[in-house]
């Protein structure tokens, strides 16, 4: 079952069964961290869909989603990225030499949490996992909503699972981590005086977020019931993708591999970050210790590559073409 956007409970068409991820009580309120995704090797990679096929995906910001004019981030556009690691200051020189963030401390509800600042404006988080905690190090997207409460009780009640919350994150908001039918992990974010990434379209901001998974049509269902999106798949024969749209606007995309998806990594969301020059940035990503895990390409929405940082979490680096 999930909730339409009138609020009536109606049935919920999804994939498989929920995933357990470590925390998850069935209440959702362990301090447990969801299960995290796998950094991708160069070998993963080039079973990836056929070389181009990305290049015909809508890859754009959300415009007009962010906070930048006081006012809340729409539900189910991605408000906020967030980082676990276990080494948060070589974490945080990484990508403070990568992208010009500062850092400044953030909500300790889950231990030590910074929050990265680019121009004065916040765009990620990146925290700190327990000594004992061995989980897969990924960046996490956060999708907003205006009752955190019921859409953790909506993922749920469509195949999903909550790992960590409901909780408040002190005055800065509400939150919850999940994951969908198929395993990928996401967060929820019921904004308070906290109301996520501040700005975007410029270099070292979120650009992008874009679930990987087996076939997008099954989870696209649960992310609708969740959120509302209105879908736009792509028609191709060798490329499976749905851009996620809000009122109009695209937030978001879901793409399918099919076997070609890692085993030892799974479906996992995938955050791109805008830069002014892919190339330059993927050898700053060497230098600091990161790794290439797909070379740069030209795509008509702009040059791409992917990387990892030095304790594997990947993500993409992206200069949009505007």
Not at 274 to 295: P, Q
Request: hydrophobic share 35%.
């Amino acid at each position: 079952m999930g909730y339409s956007k009138s609020g009536i409970l109606q049935p919920c068409a999804t994939g498989p069964g929920p995933a357990r991820i470590p925390g998850d009580t069935g209440g959702g309120t362990g301090r447990g961290i969801a299960r995290g995704q796998y950094a991708l090797s160069e070998a993963e990679v080039k079973r990836q869909a056929p070389r181009g096929a990305e290049e015909r995906v809508t890859m754009t910001e959300s415009r007009g989603s962010t906070g930048l004019n006081g006012t809340a981030h729409a539900p189910g556009t991605p408000c906020w990225v967030s980082l676990m690691v276990h080494g948060m200051a070589a974490t945080q020189e990484f990508y403070g030499a990568l992208f010009g963030w500062k850092f400044q401390p953030g909500p300790q509800q889950l231990g030590p949490y910074v929050r990265a600042v680019l121009d004065g404006h916040e765009v990620a988080g990146i925290g700190q996992l327990p000594p004992d905690r061995h989980l897969p190090i990924a960046w996490t997207p956060y999708l907003a909503s205006d009752d955190v409460d019921l859409t953790a009780e909506t993922v749920r009640a469509c195949g999903g699972t909550v790992g960590v919350g409901p909780l408040d994150a002190g005055d800065a908001g509400r939150m919850a981590i999940a994951s969908d039918p198929s395993g990928a992990v996401f967060g929820i974010w019921q904004t308070a005086a906290h109301l996520g990434t501040g700005i975007t379209e410029v270099p070292g901001t979120p650009a992008w977020n874009e679930l990987v998974t087996r076939d997008s049509a099954g989870v696209a269902k649960f992310y609708q019931m969740l959120f509302g999106y209105e879908e736009e798949p792509l028609v191709s024969t060798d490329f499976d993708y749905i851009t996620l749209h809000i009122e109009g606007r695209p937030v978001g995309g879901i793409r399918g591999v099919g076997r070609a998806l890692p085993r030892d990594r799974g479906p996992h969301w995938m955050t791109y970050f805008e830069v002014a020059d892919v190339d330059a940035s993927l050898t700053d990503v060497i230098d600091l210790g990161g790794h290439v895990l797909k070379t740069p390409r030209d795509t008509p929405h702009g040059r791409i590559a992917t990387v990892a940082d030095p304790e594997g979490a990947a993500f993409s680096l992206v200069r949009t073409s505007h």
